[in-house]
């Protein structure tokens, strides 16, 4: 009688979750810390291709979107936009925080977007290469008159570390035997993600009002004008 009470006993089982995945797992934990890029990990990229429905699924859950460019070879994880005031909806939390850029961290961004797209247009190569001399000559021309090489060179090396670790430039290491090398940067593609196509198409209008800003003295009296400053996901 027991037996059969307990046999015909209904039990409530847990809805049953999808199947675990390591490589979903690294997936996610690689994209939650960074730029997943096809050159760097390419068994983890071809990983991404295949599971790509369920990363989305799951950044969803996090109010994130994934970003994925194929042709390009790079793909991240961005913040969902907030949703509009006007309509009452309510803020929503964000995974990953927002901070303004500086006006030289800007402008470097601006003009080696500028350079990639030039590099582009001449074919060939897909890895954009510049040495720290070459960087420097791009800022020259935005900087005060009368400003020396060793201030010039502090702070294009200041600016290039900012703009290195969101992940815009990598450092490459030097050849051997390269005692006098100051440094060489591969210009990381995923900035065309970052400083888009419209950007770009007002990128002399921008540059105008870089050098009219500068005059004026200060990054603090460029920064108060709104020159250039941007928001970067970080």
């Not at 039990?11 to 939650?32: F, K, N, W, Y």
């Not at 990983?47 to 990363?55: A, D, G």
């Not at 009002?209 to 709104?226: I, N």
Request: net charge negative.
């Amino acid at each position: 009688m027991n037996d059969a009470l307990h046999e015909n006993d209904s039990v409530e089982t847990p809805p049953r979750a999808l199947p675990a995945v390591p490589e979903l797992s690294q997936l996610m934990v690689h994209l939650l810390k960074g730029v997943l890029y096809r050159d760097d990990d390419e068994r983890l990229w071809d990983s991404l291709l295949r599971l790509q429905v369920r990363v989305r699924e799951q950044a969803a859950v996090l109010l994130l979107d994934l970003v994925l460019d194929e042709a390009e070879g790079h793909a991240f994880l961005k913040s969902r936009p907030d949703p509009d005031e006007s309509e009452g909806a309510p803020r929503l939390p964000r995974l990953v925080a927002r901070r303004p850029l500086s006006y030289p961290v800007s402008l470097m961004l601006a003009l080696l977007r500028k350079r990639m797209a030039e590099f582009d247009v001449g074919g060939g190569d897909t890895r954009l290469v510049l040495s720290r001399d070459d960087i420097a000559e791009l800022a020259r021309v935005f900087l005060p008159d009368g400003t020396n090489e060793a201030r010039l060179i502090d702070q294009v090396d200041a600016t290039l570390t900012k703009v290195a670790d969101l992940g815009f430039l990598r450092r490459l290491k030097p050849a051997t035997g390269g005692g006098q090398d100051r440094g060489h940067y591969e210009v990381r593609r995923i900035l065309k993600a970052f400083v888009d196509a419209q950007w770009l198409a007002d990128f002399d209008a921008r540059l105008e009002v870089y050098r009219t800003a500068l005059p004026a003295g200060s990054a603090e009296s460029t920064d108060k004008a709104g020159a250039g400053k941007g928001v970067a996901d970080a």
